[in-house]
């Protein structure tokens, strides 16, 4: 079955950085996309970036320009690199995969959080 493992959180001061990582136990091909959601409390959980198995970006308004998603060589493992981090940004993070066969399924990670203080 599909096991995704997210890493990287923590916490960090506004305008800072911090790399999320997601380890698939299948490479991002047995994937349609995958991508990186966040909720924090009280609040729906958001798209922050998505990457398709061919390699297109999709962003959440606030993220572009500040976070970069990138799979690795072995492309098993899904990155979020956050730049200029704001207060807003404080959630926790979760990976996502949908499969393309069988019938598409989400997966979900466990989630990392992610604190930014002023």
């Known amino acids: 079955q599909v096991q995704l493992v997210e890493s990287g959180g923590g916490l960090v001061q506004a305008g800072g950085s911090l790399r999320l990582s997601c380890a698939a136990s299948?490479?991002?091909?047995?994937?349609?996309?995958m991508g990186w959601y966040r909720q924090a409390p009280g609040k729906q959980r958001e798209l922050v970036a998505t990457i398709t198995n061919i390699g297109r970006t999709n962003y959440k308004d606030s993220a572009q320009g500040r976070f970069t998603i990138s799979t690795s060589s072995t492309k098993k493992t899904v990155y979020l690199q956050m730049n200029n981090l704001k207060l807003e940004d404080t959630a926790v993070y979760y990976c996502n995969a949908r499969t393309i066969q069988p019938p598409p399924t989400d997966y979900w990670g466990q989630g990392t959080q992610v604190t930014v203080s002023s």
């Open positions: 299948r490479s991002i091909f047995s994937f349609s996309v």
